[in-house]
């Protein structure tokens, strides 16, 4: 069974990369088109060009002790210890009290 998908898979493999390779050029013309109408010296000149700098993939990051991620398991851990941080009521200032009290008494129906 096994070998039969691998065989089904070469088969039809040349034809996927061909369709793709024709609906990649087909859009890309029509963004083209759709882009040079309304603005020449927009996107596509700018691709084009090499006018529009690409940003690097986000390989590690710095955490509080100084040191540095070593995988997306830690980089995606140290993220989400930023961005959401423990809730905790002893840590409040004032502002995080009022807005935990107005939170007890939301009623979205009014």
């Known amino acids: ?10 088969e039809i493999k040349p034809q ?5 390779r024709e ?7 029509k963004f ?8 020449p010296w927009g996107t596509p000149y ?5 006018k529009i700098i690409t940003k690097g993939t986000l390989n590690t990051l710095k955490n509080d002790n100084g040191q540095y991620t070593t995988s ?3 980089i995606t851990e140290l993220l989400f210890a930023k961005l959401f941080p423990n809730d905790l009521e002893n840590e409040d200032n ?3 009290t009022l807005t935990r009290e107005e939170s007890k008494t939301y009623n979205p129906e009014q």
């Open 72 to 74: 997306w398991k830690h």
């Open 23 to 29: 609906h990649k050029k087909r859009t890309w013309n």
């Open 32 to 39: 083209v088109e759709d882009n040079l109408s309304l603005d």
């Open 16 to 20: 996927f990369e061909k369709e793709l």
């Open 94 to 96: 004032e502002q995080n």
């Open 46 to 50: 700018k691709i084009v060009m090499s």
């Open 1 to 10: 069974m096994r070998q039969s998908r691998l065989n089904k898979y070469r």
